[in-house]
């Protein structure tokens, strides 16, 4: 290809989300800056829907009529389903990072965040095995949180555990108190969080605070467990409140090897001001990655040929290697489970042997998430 390749690159920069998607976004950039494909040029398309989620179809049919093929970009689910028909009716391809709910496949998406099976089942299971029986459901008020939390409870029932309550607020609302009160009254063994964003970092602080306004050491009492929380998030919670709590990802800033150490370096490098690398990161940085060796591969940005490529790739990743399943259009990936700690960082507690198959419609998992798909058992890792 004589001319740079333009690829859209789509991400809410402002607005609630806007720390996770920020470190999303230098994830990408980052990729093109490491020229994975020597000889072919690059032209990143930025643009930002701020959070508006009426913002994301018009930006990505923009992008489309412009002749952009391919864009990697979203973070909320809701966001997601808003451009799927887009990218369908115009034959594009979203290359889509994040962590999710599952139970949709796209030929018009590559997912390279985790399934279901990769993060929400390992960590019912941790939880079961390490906190106990019960949990109190908190989340934002959107499919990603509707739909983990119909995951998280349907497991758990199946293990003989109980859910006793769910709650969920605006995505943004920082009015957190009820919700709290809520918790403390229905006294689970932990907490289930599926909140996002300013509303994440509002529940910490007041669930820690009230807490302690009762003697009572949150951490332990009632320990939070969550699938979206991540370094940056750590750092807009706060010292008073930002250790202690587990987190179940495909990969954390902190894990040891030397393709994380290089890139953790270069993004310190590249992205002095932040926000910390993180899963989201990582997540975009893969997208991109493969992206450009594909179509380094392929020779061409025609959406069939690329996606064709893009399933005969093996990254090294920092998580370790990473392929995209040809069924499924959905990632092998690593879970992991980390704890925080003072520092804002994660503690690696347990992980998988190695990368495990994606199954975002739970189908290859046992009847009714009864148990997590035996290759993704998880080991002590400290």
């Not at 920020?22 to 980052?30: E, F, H, I, K, P």
């Not at 594909?294 to 990743?317: F, I, M, N, P, Y």
């Amino acid at each position: 290809m004589s001319k740079p390749v333009r690829i859209g690159v789509m991400f809410s920069t402002t607005g609630p989300y806007s720390v996770v998607a920020r470190s999303m976004l230098n994830g990408a950039l980052l990729a093109v800056a490491e020229r994975p494909a020597p000889g072919l040029a690059i032209e990143p398309v930025v643009v930002n829907p701020g959070g508006e989620l009426g913002r994301y179809a018009a930006l990505s049919r923009d992008l489309l009529h412009d002749g952009i093929r391919h864009v990697v970009g979203c973070y909320t689910s809701s966001s997601r389903k808003e451009v799927i028909p887009c990218f369908e009716k115009h034959d594009g391809l979203l290359w889509y990072p994040s962590h999710y709910e599952g139970f949709e496949s796209s030929n018009n998406v590559i997912y390279t965040g985790a399934s279901p099976n990769q993060h929400v089942l390992p960590l019912v299971d941790h939880a079961l095995a390490t906190l106990g029986s019960s949990a109190f459901c908190v989340g934002s008020n959107y499919i990603w949180a509707w739909e983990n939390t119909r995951i998280f409870r349907e497991a758990m029932t199946a293990r003989g555990a109980r859910v006793l309550a769910e709650r969920y607020v605006p995505v943004g609302d920082t009015e957190i108190d009820q919700v709290v009160e809520a918790i403390l009254e229905a006294r689970p063994a932990f907490v289930f969080n599926n909140l996002i964003g300013t509303s994440n970092y509002a529940f910490f602080r007041a669930f820690r605070a009230a807490c302690a306004a009762r003697g009572i050491d949150q951490r332990t009492a009632f320990p939070v467990v969550s699938c979206t929380l991540s370094e940056p998030e750590l750092e807009e919670i706060g010292q008073e409140a930002v250790d202690g709590h587990l987190s179940s990802s495909v990969y954390f800033s902190s894990l040891a090897s030397p393709a994380n150490a290089a890139f953790t370096r270069f993004y310190g490098e590249t992205f002095p001001d932040g926000p910390t690398s993180s899963a989201d990161a990582e997540a975009s940085y893969i997208a991109m990655k493969l992206l450009i060796l594909s179509l380094a591969e392929a020779g061409t940005d025609d959406v069939e040929a690329v996606k064709e490529a893009a399933t005969r790739q093996h990254l090294l990743a920092p998580q370790g290697e990473v392929r995209i399943d040809p069924q499924t259009l959905h990632a092998y990936l690593t879970p992991r489970i980390g704890i925080s700690n003072a520092q804002a960082r994660f503690d690696i507690l347990v992980e998988a042997p190695g990368p495990v198959r994606p199954d975002p419609y739970l189908v290859q998992s046992s009847p009714r998430y009864a148990v997590a798909a035996r290759n993704s058992s998880l080991r002590v890792v400290k």
